[in-house]
């Protein structure tokens, strides 16, 4: 079992929905089929997939909490 963080990536609302329900964070995908209307409070955004790789943009602080700024101290 983990117990997170968790950090969901996706394009719809169902997806923000499935981030919230698992108490995650959400970066939503500008480049899929939701817009940024229905992405409406996604913690992070990304206007390319290269975006979130790199952590250009919305996504810096994303990136950043994905390689471990997130984490709990597992000691």
């Known amino acids: 079992r983990f117990s997170g ?6 394009d ?4 923000l929905e499935c981030a ?4 995650g964070r959400f970066l939503g995908c500008l480049y899929g089929y939701g817009t940024e209307k229905e992405l409406y409070g ?8 290269r975006d979130i790789l790199t952590g250009r ?12 700024a997130g984490r709990r101290d597992e000691s």
Do not use: Q
Request: hydrophobic share 45%; aromatic share 12%; with cysteine.
């Open 57 to 68: 943009g919305h996504t810096a602080a994303a990136l950043f909490w994905m390689r471990g």
């Open 20 to 23: 919230r329900a698992c108490r």
């Open 12 to 15: 719809r609302k169902n997806d």
């Open 42 to 49: 996604a913690d992070f955004l990304a206007d390319r997939p």
């Open 5 to 10: 963080p968790y950090i969901v990536i996706g």
